[in-house]
Structures are given as structure tokens and as C-alpha cells.
């Protein structure tokens, strides 16, 4: 049997170069109090970015690439975004082949657009080749056809293989988010065996990155997982078997990212296996890919309830305005249905114009209201949090918290109209209207998510102009009609 001591590749810490003089791996421990900046974001500041455009302009190549060799491929990333169309498509010129490929993956929208554009194929099939399977589908399905195709025939067989069957799965599910590239060991194998076959891999035949080991059967089916840390802990006399987790999580190819990263989050994973049609083992799920989906996905619901895309701040002037005019033309027509509610009542509030004060009042609030309920049900349908089994216990509750929220206000603006315009009979309308209207506010912000969500229709995109449209129309129409009924 091989010992530590018999295997000079092993590090261990006496070994380890951690010395003062040699420690060149980050700051000191004081730098935080050297340096006033230390911790912030340098290289988006004003100067440094100042700097590269100076360079574009110049079309300075030393100098640009001078400034960008450092720099992380995130930050890479950021400055691009950054930077004007224009501004970056002369960037990606000038430094692109000097940079590490990784940043083409951070890219999104509109910058990986407009960068895309510039630089030839053989440099992107040069950065396909060098990243992992996830990463090189999520340049590639970004392309246009011919560029993918002038890519894919630029790669070897087996790559183009990999990355054609990876597009071939459905956007935004696991295939496209799992690499192909992992580590898979049968369960009658010894620790030590294990041990030796992983160091035995070529750099080519591992993934860059991986935390457990997946366990599969002879017909390549998962069985179990064993974390790197049992390995490094184990003896290696000791079988496969009993160390491993029987109960893997596993992924289909076809499961929605969303469904994936929620799985992640709600059994805490730090990888999961993708198997096909037939259970067969395909590729794995890094959790590096599921935190940057679960970000992607949060970003896109809070900025649908709003009309507006997560491109808005890279795309151009017309097609913001396009898109954006398309979501208030729909808000627009709303609101013209809630002007007709208070045109039936017309000659009510002619005949007394404190009617015309007040009714703003009944409305905002509701809107108010059911915008909570909406946001409360849009984040529990997309956690699973609200389904089928608790609804009717969730739509009671938020119908109990809204009575109570109504009651509570219509005695306050009871109050306040009493006051202000010394009507009792005034008054008793504006509070019961409150009451109404906080009620439905209450059911609406919970029954539209679910009843879009029930037909297929994403309640964050859509659920914001029915709730505002309902709130609208009962407030004006129970305020405006009690007041028709009882005081004109």
C-alpha cells in the first residue's frame, strides 16, 4: 500500500510555501486600513474606465490591453457593460484575443451582442474549446446561425458533438445548464482505487471544477454521490459503497431551470447528476451555475412586474422605448376602462365635489393592498410555497389580513373625512368603500397570480394590470355608487 509518505504530489502544510516573503495570494492583513478604497470595486471607477476609453479612442492596443491584463473575468465583464455600443465593440477589437475566454460567458445582452459581433469565429471556437460544456452552450445558443455554425466546425468531433447535443435540449432547462465533462466511479471500487483514477485523468477528461463524485451502476445509472471530503478523509481500503449517499438528487435534461434551482436551494446541493430518457448519466449541475440562475431569475420577475427587461440599461434608445410604450399602451387602456367606472357617475360628482377629493384615496389603497398580496403569491408560486394542497388556507388568510387592514383604515379616513368636510353620511360611504375595495385588493392580489399561473401565463409579467385594474374599478365604482345611493 502506498503512503503519504511514499507520494511525493502530496502537499502538505510544513510543505507549503505560506511564509511571509512568499505570500503573494492577497493583501495584508492591515490593508484594509492602508487604503481607504481597499474592498470597493476599483476597476469600474471613474478614472480607470476614463482610461480604457481613452485608449478606444487612441486605438491603443498596448495600452488597453495593459489595463485589462489583471483584471478578473467578471470585472472584465462589467466593464464592458459599461461602456457604450460603440465604445465596447472597438474594446472587443482591440483586447479580445488577449483576454481569458471565461469573459465571454459573464457577458449578457446587449454587451455580449454587440462583442460577439467584432471578434472572428476561430477566437470564440478557441474560448469554446478551453470552457466547460454549460459555459460554451451559453456562448453558442447566443449566436446567430451562421456564426454557431462557423464555431461548431472549427472544434473537434467529440466537442462539436457535446455542444450540438446541449443545444438541442430545450432553453432554459437542465441539459442546457449541465457539462458534460464529470467525475462517475461504480460502487465496488476502493477509496484508494478512486483516488488514483482522479489523478490519473488527463486535464482534458476532468471538469475544471467538481465537489462529489457520482456514484452509477453498470448501466451507467446514478446510485449515489460521495462528497470530496469523504475521499480525502477515508482509508483507501474502503469501498465505494459504504461511504456513499444512496439517495442522489437527480435532474432530467428537460427540467426547468427554475424547478432545478429550487431544488438546489430547498435540499442545499452543492452538485447534482442529469440523466436522459433512459436514466443514464449526462452530464452534472455545479452549484456556480445555480447561483447565477436563482440571481437571473429574481432579476427577471422584479423587473417584469415593472414592464422592463434587464437589457434596458444596454439596449438602444428605440428599442427601450418600444418595448416600454408596449407595457404602458396595455396600463393606458386600463386606466380608460376605470375613467369610464367614474364617467357613469358624472352628475354624482357634480353635485358635490368632495366626492371627487376623496375617491383618489379609496383607490390608491387598494392598489396599495393588492400589490402586497400580489408580490406575496408571485414568490410563493415560484418557490412551490403556494400550490393546490394550501390554497384556499392562503387565499382565507390574506382575505382575514385584508378585512382587518380595511377595517382598520376605513375608521382612520372615517375619521379624517368626518373632519375635514364634517359629513357623517360622507364619511360612512369613504369607509365602507375602504373596506370594499381592501377586500378585493386582498382576494384579487391573490387569486390573479394563481389563476395565471394555472394557465401557463408567468403572474409576475401579468399579474400587476389586473390587480390595478380590479383595484381601480371597485374602489371608484363602490365608492362613487354608495355615494349615489345614500347621498345625492
Known sequence: ????????????????????EDNTQGPSPDAGQQDPNYGMDIHLQPD??????????????????????????????????????????????????????????????????????????????????????????YILEDLNAESQQEVLHALTREDRTALEEGLAFPEDSAGRLMQRHLVAVPEFWSIGQTIDFLRAQEDDQSPNDFYELIVVDPAYRPIGTVPLSRVLSCKRPMRIKDVMNPDPHIMHVTTDQEEVARQFAKYHLISAGVVNDYGRLVGVITVDDIVGVIEDEAQEDILALAGVSEGDVNVSIRDVSRTRFIWLFVNMGTAVLASLVIGLFDATLEAMVALAVLMPIVASMGGNAGTQTMAVAVRALATKELSPANAMRIVNKELIVALINGVGLAIVVGIVGMIWFGDILLSLVLATAMIINMVVAGLSGIMVPMILDRFGVDPAVASSVFVTTITDVVGFFAFLGLAALVLV
Open 48 to 137: 480607470f474606465v476614463r482610461a480604457i476609453v481613452d485608449a478606444i479612442h487612441a486605438d491603443d492596443t498596448d495600452t488597453a490591453r495593459a489595463l485589462v491584463a489583471d483584471l478578473h473575468v467578471a470585472d472584465i465583464a462589467d466593464l464592458f457593460e459599461v461602456l457604450s455600443s460603440e465604445e465596447r465593440r472597438s474594446l472587443a477589437r482591440l483586447v479580445a484575443d488577449a483576454l481569458d475566454p471565461n469573459f465571454l460567458s459573464e457577458l449578457e445582452g446587449a454587451a455580449f451582442d454587440d462583442v460577439v459581433k467584432v471578434i472572428s469565429p476561430s477566437i470564440i471556437a478557441d474560448a469554446v474549446k478551453q470552457l466547460d460544456t454549460d459555459d460554451a452552450v
Open 1 to 20: 500500500m502506498t503512503t503519504p509518505e511514499d507520494r511525493d504530489d502530496l502537499t502538505t502544510p510544513d510543505r507549503a510555501s505560506n511564509t511571509p
